[in-house]
């Protein structure tokens, strides 16, 4: 091992992004790193093409079949720890990172050895100056993880460092030390809250884990439009996983309750705009992740998408300008409006400062007025109220706001929209009474399983200092 750096790309079937990957990599002006490809059983000819164009600049290690993000990143560590690097830096494969991104976080983990974890300032690649997120924290009271300036244009006025639960592990330079000590990545995730998990054990030991601004990289991210229920199922059950083995007591009982109201939200508003391959998958997530089913889900977990009607697109067949009230929340109202600019590209977007300062709001979106307060109704524009969850605002719809949308692109316009969802408290009601009883059940016995098993495994350790 001659360099103190191993940089460790996992791939799968990207072969154009994995080669501009690589390229952006050898541009680094730091030169102390070896660089290191694993390939889980690419079928687009990634392998080979790496092999063909760099020759020995590239480690290639090639899995027989494919081992997910974690299984495929864990490869590369193993590979890197039995070399005895200081730091690992972890890449995906549509991630492009600044010339001085590798060596601004060896030089800050060099100066912070309490760091456990580095990431980079993570950008959208098809917005170069909007953030994807600068990290997350774990929120223990609703259960989520509270990402930090997540869809942020960055005006220069951001933290330089940002403490964090957990930071995008598509590009993050990692202690070795501290990974001989944590272990390696949860591969029973196979894709999705493995990083998570794998944070919060390295704060546990009480490292650091932080977001850099010296380390600039641009995320391509997966394609917008979802073709399947992939995505659905692995965030859904490995979330719970994360959660019921994190948690005990009265807490688990909360986290029951809000799993079961976050189901019957779901599960109504994808059954009310025909996606019931969702529900079907939601379902099976929850039961597996209840049951500790781990790994790669078998094909009869995951569905097609039914195609879907683009309410958006037909609400705005009749309306040219829509004026949006904030709600509080950039991350929710850039995702918004993203949605209505791709329905009707050309539509006239103005910005009524309700919750968020009229001065933020300009600067966030420069491309759209800003005006202070809720206008008056009139016909030249149709009013919206932008929302988290339109379940949440369901008791409070006006007869002057035209046009609800919430961050899952649901809409309420028509009267037929607000009578459907006049019966959400009834849905709502029937699932707390028929799912309740049963999630609290199970997620109390899998506490009292992983109590039980650290006991028998780890005499003399609690279960809560274990996850």
Known sequence: MAHPVAVVICNWNKKEDLLACIDAVLASRFRGFDLCVVDNASTDGSAEAVAAAYGDQV????NEQNLGGAGGFNRGIR???SQAYEYIHLLDNDVFVEAD???ALHVFMEEHPDVAAAGSRLYKHAHPNQLQELGANIDWERFHLKPHFKNHIDRGDLPDIMECDYVPACSVMLRADVLRKVGLM???????WDDVEWFYRMRRLGRRVVAFAGSKAWHKMGAAVRKNTFATYYFWRNRIHFFA???DGGTLERFAEALCAELAQAAFFSEYKGQHNTVKTLFMAVADALTGTRGQAGPERIFERESEQNRLAEVFQATEQVVLLDCGDIRVLREIVNGMLAAKPGLRLSLASRELPAAE???QFPAHPVMEGVPDADRSFLLCQTCRQIADVRHELSEQVGLYVDAYMNVVHSEEDRRALQRYDQVYQGYIARFLPVLRQKLIDLGKSRRQRVQETQPGRK???VI
């Open 463 to 465: 279960a809560a200092d």
């Open 186 to 192: 949860d591969e029973g995730c196979f894709i999705y």
């Open 59 to 62: 480690i290639l290690l090639r």
């Open 79 to 81: 590979w890197a720890l």
């Open 245 to 247: 083995r994190a948690l």
């Open 101 to 103: 991104a590798i060596g």
């Open 361 to 363: 709001l300009a600067l």
